[in-house]
């Protein structure tokens, strides 16, 4: 066995607590990692990859990294997804006997991050627990260190559920029990993309208790302490600041699931993970970090009470109103602080003397604010107003303590006010005495020994001294001085009256910066005490900002306030609220949507790329804009509240998890019809094009049906099989609507404008010219298509209107109209009529077209 030196012995027993951490071990100036931890830490970092000869045949892999440059580094592996923990010597090496003693002092995790070069301003960072019950309930405790806040979800649903809820929130690290079945274990990395922590070990925390008044359920206790559980045992520091914890109902929220949450790109888009092109990107007119953090959270969680919605519609009809005074509520907060953060930096003992004066400014716009807010007439604005408290005590704590401007460091004085303390005063009149009385001896000398020249300095080294040119050395008395220093030109002298002075000088300022020093964490200390006043203000603050933010933007694009009726959308004029700002140049074309207790199902056809699935996305968009209290972008709106919205748009693979589209298709719209009430709304877009024609075509009308004889919810189905318009005839609530398009000398033109009625054709070809595909492949396409409609007549709609929709999965039962085709028609024919265009890409189509041209020219 290979034995160790002690020093390795001493790295590889904290190692071993530390494993799924990179060990930071500390030696001299610099942060040694070792093993796998160098090998993985030399190629993320890309540092230089050496080894350590530590007394046995294989050296060992090791690189380091500097210790006062090490926060970058320690940043870039956290943005990773990685844990660090940091481990110090803990004894003066001097003093040691053996190996210094070390140990880990700090475990940094993405989830716990506090340092603001390692947190996104405008976005909440999450550390969630999860935790597992026998009676299959399950427990989200969502901690934002930064912020304090603490809030829990009860999901009853399964699993599926959580991974709903979970989805798309900025969390970083979840925390769980060992214990948690491996698949689901997956599924949190894989669907969200997070580090897992694990705490078994559960025990209630008495220290905590006053956080926990909302937490009356024996599962949420013990939720919530996994969750302290874990931030204790790594922190290892103060955690103040967290807000007593508040269970979320989320029954009381508009309910999103992740495919909704994905699709609908709330926060996010798709394909570039980005804000730009979202919804919140549009919606995004706050002026505060605190305001911007909390409008993602209204947009994940829009309201279903009426009563809550309107009341935030209210205030956002009257910031609309005033702009004036909207305009300086604007300008105000503009000087507002992140008080919510601050509160948690207060907590964690790292603001210093700037933060606390940028605290008091944020503080003294408050009282400007509320005088804006009384200019309002509405209620719920004063109300609003109401609610924030001025905390005059810590003002007039930060106003009489603290100078204007104080320097960054906290340890080389210089930031508390004169008159604040009396010993303080006592060392500065010392030191400031002393100061006189040196330039008072500065003259008398000059004058004792006239030589103009002779000046009083100090340094480091040698403190105050009398400084002599050499010209002017005969001038002094004998005896007097005492030589210190030679230069080229001048001696330095000291005498011991200034060696006297000296020292009470330095004295009393080494002693007002401890005393400053002391002064300032006493007033951080104090502030401690005050950060729930913070957090509460922090709070009212950011709902101002962000429901200005909703007038602001409303009044910029033109959207007006919907009013919510039972059972009877209707919007006249709606827009997409994102495809309109990013065309900008006005050319979006409104369009009206009618759903109510006659039409429950709308069904639209129409050509690719003419806009059904914008349609679609503009009105779930519309819908969670009205439920946050947002107006909407049309010029009229009556809407619906939906409890749950449900999408299946665009293609968008998932590619995560590797499944197919028509899986994922299916997955999809399974879980709308799974979980979907006559109160929900559900977006199907193409349903049915991963698979082959006959299969995606029954299923769609399956879909549809299933929906509107079992479900009743508000549903609009786009489709390109236009076989599924003669449902009108036999679902009573199903209408259709169709996006106008016109040929123009043969080439189509897109009018986005929805009509009544079905489609006449799906202008597929159409699309292809428009790609620029060769006029010859193009004409030969046409023809095949009227060969295979010609073909297609009769039986296919024929079988469209069969009401027995089941004989389509069984195949003895079918008058098997594809093996039909087989048996009758040629390769290439056989081949063209298994093409799925709509899943082609022009260049697919192009390459295939080629081939089968060349098939036709070889026969
Ligand atoms: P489809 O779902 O029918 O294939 P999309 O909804 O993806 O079509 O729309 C295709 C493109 O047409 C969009 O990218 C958008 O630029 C444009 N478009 C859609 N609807 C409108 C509209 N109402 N006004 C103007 N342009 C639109």
Redesign the pocket.
Same mark, same amino acid.
């Given at each position: 066995m290979a034995k160790y030196t002690p020093m390795m012995e001493q790295y590889l027993q904290i190692k071993a607590e530390h494993k799924d951490a990179f060990l930071f071990f500390r030696l001299g100036d610099f942060y040694e990692m070792f093993f796998d931890d160098a090998t993985k830490a030399a190629r993320e970092l890309e540092i230089t990859l050496t080894k350590r000869d530590a007394g046995q045949k294989e050296p060992i892999p090791m690189c380091g990294v500097p210790y006062h440059s090490a926060d970058n580094y320690i940043k870039n592996l956290i943005e990773k997804g990685y844990k660090v923990a940091i481990c110090e010597q803990v004894e003066d090496p001097k003093a040691a006997k053996g190996v210094v003693k070390r140990e880990v002092v700090q475990l940094i995790t993405p989830g716990t991050v506090m340092e603001t070069n390692m947190l996104s301003e405008r976005e909440n960072n999450y550390i969630a627990s999860l935790s597992h019950f026998q009676d299959g309930t399950f427990v989200i405790v969502y901690n934002d260190l930064s912020t304090g806040e603490n809030r829990l979800a009860m999901v009853t649903h399964g699993w599926e559920a959580v991974i709903h809820e979970l989805y798309n929130q900025p969390i970083k690290e979840i925390v769980i029990s060992s214990n948690l079945p491996g698949n689901w274990q997956h599924d949190l990395q894989a669907k969200l993309n997070v580090t897992l922590s694990f705490q078994d070990e559960i025990t209630f925390n008495g220290e905590y208790r006053n956080l926990c008044d909302d937490l009356n359920d024996e599962r949420l206790m013990k939720a919530f302490s996994r969750l302290l559980n874990y931030i204790q045992h790594t922190q290892k520091r103060s955690l103040d600041h967290l807000q007593p914890a508040k269970v979320i109902e989320l029954n009381d929220y508009l309910s999103l699931d992740m495919y909704s949450k994905r699709n609908l790109e709330l926060t996010e888009t798709i394909i570039k993970k980005g804000k730009h092109g979202s919804l919140l990107w549009v919606l995004d007119r706050t002026v505060t970090a605190m305001g911007s953090r909390l409008l993602k959270k209204w947009l994940e969680r829009p309201l279903i009470n009426q009563h809550l919605i309107d009341e935030r519609l209210e205030i956002v009809d009257g910031f609309y109103q005033g702009f004036m005074e909207r305009d300086s509520l604007r300008e105000s907060l503009k000087s507002v602080y992140d008080l919510e953060r601050l509160a948690g930096r207060i907590a964690y003992g790292n603001v210093n003397a700037r933060d606390l004066i940028q605290l008091k400014q944020s503080l003294n716009k408050i009282p400007e604010l509320q005088t804006i807010l009384q200019q309002f007439p509405q209620p719920q604005i004063k109300e609003l107003c109401n609610a924030i408290r001025w905390p005059e005590q810590i003002v007039t704590m930060l106003e009489g303590s603290l100078v204007d401007d104080p320097p960054i460091s906290i340890k080389e004085g210089g930031i508390i006010k004169d008159g604040y303390n009396e010993m303080l005063d006592t060392y500065r009149d010392a030191s400031r005495n002393g100061k006189k009385w040196i330039a008072e001896l500065e003259q008398k000398e000059k004058q004792e020994t006239n030589i103009k020249s002779l000046k009083i300095g100090y340094n480091r080294v040698f403190g105050y001294y009398i400084e002599v040119t050499k010209a002017n050395l005969h001038l002094l008395p004998e005896g007097r001085y005492e030589r210190k220093q030679t230069l080229t030109n001048a001696e330095r002298y000291i005498t011991p009256e200034l060696k006297e002075k000296e020292q009470l000088i330095l004295e009393a300022e080494e002693k007002s910066v401890e005393l400053e020093y002391n002064l300032f964490i006493e007033i951080r200390e104090q502030l401690k005490e005050q950060i729930p006043v913070l957090q509460e203000l922090a709070d009212v603050v950011s709902r101002i900002d962000v429901l200005q933010a909703f007038a602001t933007v409303s009044e910029e694009n033109n959207y007006k306030r919907p009013r919510f009726v039972e059972n009877n959308l209707s919007i006249n004029n709606g827009?997409?609220p994102v !495809? %309109?700002q !990013? $065309?900008k140049d006005g050319? +979006? !074309?409104?369009?009206n949507i009618k759903l109510d207790k006659e039409t429950e199902v709308l069904l *639209?056809t @129409?050509?690719? $790329?003419? @806009?059904?699935?914008? +349609? $679609?996305? =503009?009105l779930a968009l519309t819908v969670i804009m009205g439920q946050i209290g947002c107006f909407v972008p049309c010029d009229e709106a009556d809407l619906i509240i939906f409890d749950q919205i449900f999408t299946r748009i @665009?293609a968008a693979d998932d590619l995560v998890s590797g499944q197919s589209t028509f899986m994922v298709e299916m997955l999809e719209a399974n879980h709308a019809i799974a979980n979907a009430t006559d109160k929900s709304l559900i977006l199907l877009? %193409?349903i049915g094009r991963g698979t082959s024609t006959y299969d995606g075509m029954a299923l769609a009308q399956a879909i549809v049906e299933y929906i509107h004889n079992n479900i009743h919810a508000k549903t609009l189905f786009?489709t390109h099989y236009h076989e599924l318009t003669a449902l009108e005839d036999s679902l009573d609530k199903l209408k259709n609507i169709h996006?106008r398009a016109e040929e123009h000398e043969g080439n189509v033109v +897109?009018l986005? =404008? *929805?009509m009544d009625g079905a489609a006449d054709e799906s202008y597929g070809i159409h699309v292809a010219k428009l790609a620029n595909l060769p006029e010859a492949l193009i004409n030969r396409a046409s023809m095949i298509l009227r060969e295979f409609e010609d073909v297609d007549q009769g039986e296919q709609t024929a079988k469209i209107h069969d009401s027995n929709q089941l004989s389509f999965f069984v195949e003895e039962n079918q008058p098997a109209k594809k093996k039909d085709i087989e048996k009758q028609d040629s390769a290439v024919e056989q081949a063209l009529a298994n093409l799925d265009l709509f899943d082609m890409t022009p260049l697919d189509a192009m390459n295939e077209l080629y081939r089968l041209q060349k098939l036709t020219k070889q026969n």
């Open positions: 827009r997409h !495809v %309109e !990013v $065309m050319s +979006f !074309v409104p369009n *639209i @129409g050509p690719n $790329m003419s @806009g059904k699935s914008t +349609f $679609m996305r =503009q @665009g877009d %193409e786009s996006v +897109f986005h =404008q *929805i």
